[in-house]
């Protein structure tokens, strides 16, 4: 199966930044869209970013003007840099692919395992 792997969560205070990475490996055969969600305590995940194979971006308008989601397709990775940090951003952030593992086959979403940010003074 695709496996993701997180990292570059933490702890920052107010006004930090924190870069987030999601590398994608495993047998794939495409790549499509990927994004970043997130689940603070006692919320529903919700969709933080996106970007398509072609790089094109969505992103929460919570998250507009401070976040940046992008791609490095030889890399098989995504990232997110969240800039200007505050604390209701603090939740467990997952990233997302949507992929074939093979030519003939149906794309499948698949998940990471999900990073902590905590912003906090």
């Known amino acids: 199966q695709v496996q993701l792997v997180e990292s570059g969560g933490g702890l920052v205070q107010p006004g930090g930044s924190l870069r987030l990475s999601c590398a994608a490996s495993?047998?794939?055969?495409?790549?499509?869209?990927m994004g970043w969600y997130r689940q603070a305590p006692g919320k529903q995940r919700e969709l933080v970013a996106q970007?398509?194979?072609?790089?094109?971006?969505n992103y929460d308008d919570s998250v507009k003007v401070r976040f940046t989601i992008s791609r490095d397709n030889a890399k098989n990775t995504v990232y997110l840099q969240m800039n200007s940090l505050k604390p209701e951003d603090t939740a467990v952030y997952y990233c997302?692919?949507?992929?074939?593992?093979?030519?003939?086959?149906?794309?499948?979403?698949?998940w990471g395992q999900g990073t902590q940010v905590t912003v906090s003074s």
């Open positions: 495993g047998r794939i055969f495409a790549l499509l869209d």
């Open positions: 970007i398509t194979s072609g790089g094109m971006t």
């Open positions: 997302n692919v949507n992929a074939k593992r093979y030519a003939f086959a149906n794309e499948v979403r698949y």
